[in-house]
């Protein structure tokens, strides 16, 4: 009964930014993970941005000062601000979450990032 709907995708120029939006179906007091993962063909997928209900916010060190990762209870949606962008963040970005016993995972959405 979860349903995650990632937003805000397309394709930038290097340098660029994007701002990625993921609503849940749900309050996001629900969950104890939040998170955006990324993944291109071929590679499993990498943890890209996330916090838990304790406050911790985390990065990869790929994306550390480029990325931002937030989150709006009244809209239930979780942001990714990306800025800087460069070819090599080109992937799917799939919002996941987490609760007591569920996991859960939007769709995706394509960002491409040209040079």
């Known amino acids: 009964q979860v349903q995650l709907v990632e937003s805000g995708g397309g394709l930038v120029q290097a340098g660029g930014s994007l701002r990625l939006s993921c609503r849940s179906s749900i309050d996001l007091d629900t969950f104890k993970f939040v998170g955006w993962y990324r993944q291109t063909p071929g590679a499993q997928r990498e943890l890209v941005a996330s916090?838990?209900?304790?406050?911790?916010?985390n990065y990869a060190d790929s994306v550390k000062g480029r990325f931002t990762i937030s989150e709006d209870k009244a809209s239930k949606t979780i942001g990714l601000r990306m800025t800087s962008l460069n070819p090599d963040d080109t992937a799917i970005y799939l919002c996941?979450?987490?609760?007591?016993?569920?996991?859960?995972w939007g769709q995706g959405t394509q960002v491409t990032v040209s040079s």
């Open positions: 996941n979450t987490r609760s007591n016993f569920d996991e859960y």
């Open positions: 916090f838990s209900n304790f406050g911790g916010v």
